[in-house]
């Protein structure tokens, strides 16, 4: 499989935490847009250019799987990877890990598909302009 690779790390502030100061499990999925936001800054691939071209592209499918506890203070690295496919669908892995002491934190998935901005119809074919975007990018062989 052919994948592209990004990473942030995101401070954990205290509005991100439960009462035990642990960061709280819906935030993932903040973490998850974060690295989103800056994948697609990093590759040239934004929201406002699939809007531009003509398409939403909501999140159909997302997995967290939570493997330990980062708390108020600390800070968190997102990995997150870019799978190639043939259907007309994003899908992203992502990591977060604890950066105080290394340990895996999550981990998880999203899927987005191609809606139609104009009538939201779903595409089952890949538009053009990312099929485009797909065939500039310098894709790695995944580990």
Wanted: aromatic share 14%.
């Amino acid at each position: 499989m052919k994948i592209l690779k990004s990473s942030l790390v995101v401070p954990v502030r205290f509005s991100e935490t439960d009462a035990m100061g642990v960061v709280w499990h819906g935030n993932y999925l903040k973490f998850f847009e974060d690295a989103r936001e800056k994948f697609g800054k990093e590759f040239g691939i934004e929201y406002l250019d699939m809007y531009r071209n003509g398409y939403f592209t909501p999140i159909v499918k997302s997995e967290i799987n939570h493997k330990a506890s980062i708390f108020y203070g600390e800070e968190a690295k997102v990995n997150i990877t870019l799978e190639k496919h043939d259907a007309a669908k994003i899908i992203f892995q992502y990591e977060v890990i604890n950066l105080a002491n290394n340990a895996v934190a999550a981990i998880g998935m999203t899927m987005q598909v191609f809606m139609n901005a104009e009538d939201r119809s779903l595409e089952l074919i890949k538009p053009s302009f990312y099929a485009e975007w797909e065939e500039q990018q310098e894709w790695l062989d995944s580990e």
